[in-house]
């Protein structure tokens, strides 16, 4: 397997870097676990990976071969989020300044990517499902609308967070910039 770190990766650890003390290696370690769970659904699976690539928007797993089922991409999509999920109940109990930092890192890392958006593992579940359901067209086109409403709440979300606390950018450029990578043409 190939790994493959984006340039654009690295303005996302310098946001992060400019935070509390905890939060870059707890971020990078939630990301770690949760990547670790595909790996480990895909060799569980008989997936080969062929490639992981890191960039801005995290980290993105590509098979070998085609997944030959819907039911293998959904199993495929949530492992990622429940081992992160699974990774912030065992640290529940712990209370030390870096193991919060952890367990909020890795909570916040299952939720967001639990979100029903393009190429998210929410995304992917949701689109598994629905394929299994509906025609293959008609799951696209509730995603699309998904992500785009997922989207716009971030943003105006983060933009919220921004205007009361004035402190950290970084939800806002993550989101503007997804927004811009899924809906705008000339950066797809």
């Known amino acids: 397997m190939k790994i493959r770190i984006a ?3 690295l303005l996302f650890l310098l946001l ?21 769970g595909h790996l480990l659904a895909a060799k569980m699976l008989n997936i080969p990976i062929r490639l992981m690539e890191i960039d801005l928007f995290g980290a993105k797993i590509y098979p070998a071969r085609f997944i030959p089922s819907y039911r293998q991409e959904l199993l495929l999509a949530a492992a990622g989020p429940l081992f992160s999920l699974l990774l912030g109940v065992f640290l529940l109990p712990h209370s030390t300044a870096f193991s919060v930092a952890m367990r909020d890192a890795t909570f916040s890392f299952a939720l967001f990517n639990l979100l029903p958006i393009s190429d998210f593992d929410g995304g992917r579940i949701l689109h598994a499902t629905l394929s299994q359901l509906l025609e293959n067209q008609t799951a696209d086109r509730v995603l699309g609308v998904t992500s785009y409403l997922s989207l716009f709440l971030l943003f105006s979300l983060s933009s919220c967070i921004l205007l009361k606390y004035g402190q950290n950018l970084a939800l806002a450029v993550l989101s503007a910039s997804l927004f811009a990578k899924l809906f705008l043409p000339q950066y797809k």
């Open 7 to 9: 340039p654009a990766t």
């Open 16 to 36: 992060l870097a400019f935070n509390h003390n905890f939060l870059l290696p707890a971020t990078l370690l939630a990301a770690l676990f949760h990547e670790c």
